[in-house]
């Protein structure tokens, strides 16, 4: 039973174009949300986070989206680069729980 | 400013092994996490480590798993008689504090492969 979900495996887009990535939950209790970015061979890396009080939290070219209503939350990287190319996980975690629940995660390529 | 280390990067063992992976958290940071990445699968929960209280072990799937904390520091994660479907990545966290704004820090995660 997946409380969080990334529905896409995969996403290609072209450099300096907008990259979207999307994650569903079912817990409406989760309290904060997170994204992890993560290259081959290393540990994901925290990028951003939102408190579920919010609907948008915005640092340099990410920005994450929060829709209470759908359970939904997305990424947008705007512009995006060759760098940004790596796998991108969704994770929620309860205030009273240290621990943190990660979707399957979305592997973005960014093509030159 | 060492980041979180495990060892060892890689390890293949024969089904029926027991194998040990290694933790080495951030010099003072007090909360100590194992995580598991299964094929295709977002990482998953195993056990939690905070200063000197009880562990979390929700999370370890069967009892041929357990792990220890030595010390406040170095985390040894222990699979016994390893299963195939053990294969994963074992990813290991540390954060300074336990809560929603401290940030959990990853090492680069150990790679299991039973055969």
């Known amino acids: 039973d997946q409380q969080v979900k990334q529905n896409s495996p995969s996403l290609s887009v072209q450099e300096g174009r907008i990259s979207i990535l999307n994650c569903d939950y079912t817990n409406s209790m989760f309290d904060y949300f997170l994204w992890y970015k993560k290259y081959p061979a290393e540990g994901p890396t925290f990028l951003i986070s939102?408190?579920?009080?919010?609907d948008k939290n915005e640092d340099g070219r990410f920005t994450v989206f929060l829709n209470k209503s759908a359970k939904h939350l997305s990424l947008h990287i705007v512009p995006s680069q060759p760098g940004d190319s790596a796998v991108y996980f969704c994770a929620a975690q309860l205030d009273s729980s240290y621990k943190l629940i990660f979707g399957s995660g979305t592997r973005l390529l960014v093509r030159p | 400013g060492a980041g979180v280390s495990q060892s060892p990067s890689n390890k293949v063992t024969e089904k029926g092994k027991d194998v040990e992976l290694r933790c080495d958290p951030i010099s003072g940071h007090t909360a100590l996490y194992w995580y598991r990445q299964s094929l295709g699968q977002g990482l998953e929960f195993l056990i939690y480590?905070?200063?000197?209280?009880?562990?979390?072990k929700s999370g370890l799937p069967s009892d041929r798993f357990s792990a220890e904390r030595t010390g406040g520091s170095v985390s040894t994660l222990t699979i016994q008689r390893t299963q195939q479907e053990d294969s994963a990545v074992y990813l290991c966290?540390?954060?300074?504090?336990?809560?929603?704004?401290?940030?959990?820090?990853f090492g680069p995660g150990t790679r299991l492969t039973v055969t």
């Open positions: 480590f905070q200063g000197n209280s009880a562990p979390d």
């Open positions: 939102i408190s579920s009080i919010k």
């Open positions: 966290a540390s954060s300074l504090r336990t809560g929603a704004d401290y940030e959990q820090y």
